[in-house]
């Protein structure tokens, strides 16, 4: 079959025509789809990415602070290496559509735009690695980005030998201007081996399931093998109705993309957009809590030159991002939704667990949830008995739990409570007390 396919939602932002183109339980000893054989991304991604918060801004002139330049992308490694950024975890720094010069060189190969990389990526990518930081940069498996730029199709291993001989270190792939769905995966496929035939470390971030979705059902198992992370929904945008979406269709879809997730390939929701203008405290810790839970790869996009005390603390807490980067390696999944209360839980290492409740509710003030603890982790999370600390909003020390209590706390509107659940031992008892 063949389709004519369209790029989705980022190209009617850019004010373009709208073209297209447990499950109840954790699946215990069932082993994961075969991964992309790169030895990359064995935990989510972490890093930064231009695109929600500065869009396809070019206008140099006119707002020289903010638009996709060689200069935004220094002065934000500079604080990733400086304001404990890299420190945290978020390694990975990424630029977005929008870099490219209008045409190739007369060799066929992709360039930056002179003016607004004066030295091309590779200094660029020198200057990054300086800091002790990673590059990645954007391209599209069809004839165009999805902001009108050179497009990869027909071009896939120039690109590939051009982004390893710069030095880049993350791809993230797009489906803009695909004629055909077989175009289209036989495109991300022949990107993936392209890649890896360069020789460099290449992290390959596809958009291949969230084209695919409107013609066929993906093929996760396949999928993985050649991608480490996939987008499945639409962009997210600067808003609380957008994580809802995003969270939304997780949890609708999660039999068939949870079981696929694991140490070298993830489902991708989405950038972090915590630091920006849309949403508020409780609705930033819902979405760090819920990413954390859903082993998803932290890229933020957003300001770090004008960013809140409390929005960059939320970003780099250590014991969320330690649930994100577990090495178990198994994403969450939503447990229970209920009088609109969400209750999701993630296994961890040494059979622990996190579990994340969640406030849906837009209307009055903070509300009682209860919780029994046998119905968490198929009865195993507290049995016979477990230490809670709650994470987010605050940080606090529970105390010790009976596997047969019930577990009762405070959820703002829109706000999550995010738990780590710890088997307990005399042992632990005694260190924590």
């Known amino acids: 079959m063949t389709a004519t396919m369209k790029p989705v939602s980022r190209v009617r932002r850019l004010g373009y025509v709208l073209p297209f183109c447990f499950l ?16 990359l991304a ?34 934000i490694a500079e604080l990733m290496a400086s304001d404990g950024w890299k420190d945290a975890g978020y390694e990975y720094l990424c630029i977005d559509d929008c870099w490219m010069a209008p045409k190739r060189d007369s060799q066929g190969r992709l360039q930056a735009d002179p003016k607004r990389f004066p030295g091309g990526i590779r200094r660029l990518a020198d200057y990054v690695h300086s800091k002790g930081l990673k590059l990645g940069i954007y391209a ?30 993350l791809l993230k792939f797009d489906g803009c201007y695909c004629d055909s769905v077989k175009h289209l995966a036989d495109g991300y496929k022949q990107m993936s081996l392209a890649l890896n035939r360069t020789g460099r470390s290449i992290v390959y971030s596809c ?40 969270l939304d269709w997780t949890s609708s879809n999660q039999e068939k993309i949870v079981p696929v997730a694991g140490p070298g390939g993830w489902n991708d929701p989405d950038m972090l957009v915590i630091g920006n203008f849309g949403l508020s405290w409780n609705q930033e810790v819902t979405q760090m809590a819920l990413w954390a839970i859903m082993a998803a790869p932290l890229l933020m996009s957003n300001d770090l030159r004008h960013i809140s005390p409390k929005a960059k603390a939320l970003l780099q807490d250590k014991d969320v991002i330690a649930i994100n980067q577990d090495p178990l390696g198994k994403q969450g999944h939503r ?34 949830y209860t919780i029994s603890l046998t119905s968490l982790g198929q009865g195993l999370a507290c049995n016979p008995d477990c230490l809670i ?36 031992s005399s042992t632990a008892s005694k260190s924590f007390l």
Request: with cysteine; net charge neutral.
């Open 207 to 246: 958009e291949w399931p969230l084209y695919m979705q409107p013609f066929f059902k993906p093929n996760y198992t396949e999928i993985r093998e050649y991608c480490n992370h996939w987008r499945n929904f639409a962009d997210i945008y600067d808003s609380w109705q957008s994580i809802k979406n995003i």
């Open 335 to 368: 447990l229970r939704k209920d009088n609109n209360f969400e209750v999701w839980e993630r296994p961890l290492l040494n059979l622990a667990w996190a579990v994340a409740m969640v406030n849906l509710q837009e209307i009055g003030g903070p509300r009682a």
């Open 24 to 39: 109840a339980q954790v699946l215990w000893g069932v082993p994961g789809a075969r991964a992309l054989n790169n030895g």
């Open 140 to 169: 599209d498996v069809g004839n165009k980005t999805c902001a009108g730029f050179p497009g990869s199709f027909g071009y896939y291993d120039i690109d590939a030998k051009t982004f390893a001989e710069w030095g880049v270190d």
């Open 42 to 75: 064995r935990t989510p991604t972490m890093g930064w990415l231009h695109w929600e918060r500065f869009m396809c801004n070019v206008d140099c002139q006119e707002d020289p602070d903010s638009c996709i330049s060689e200069k935004l992308f220094r002065q």
């Open 389 to 424: 600390t709650q994470l987010l909003p605050v940080k606090r020390r529970l105390g010790f739990y009976e596997w047969t209590s019930s577990l009762k706390t405070q959820i703002n509107p829109t706000g999550t409570v995010l738990l780590r659940l710890e088997r307990a």
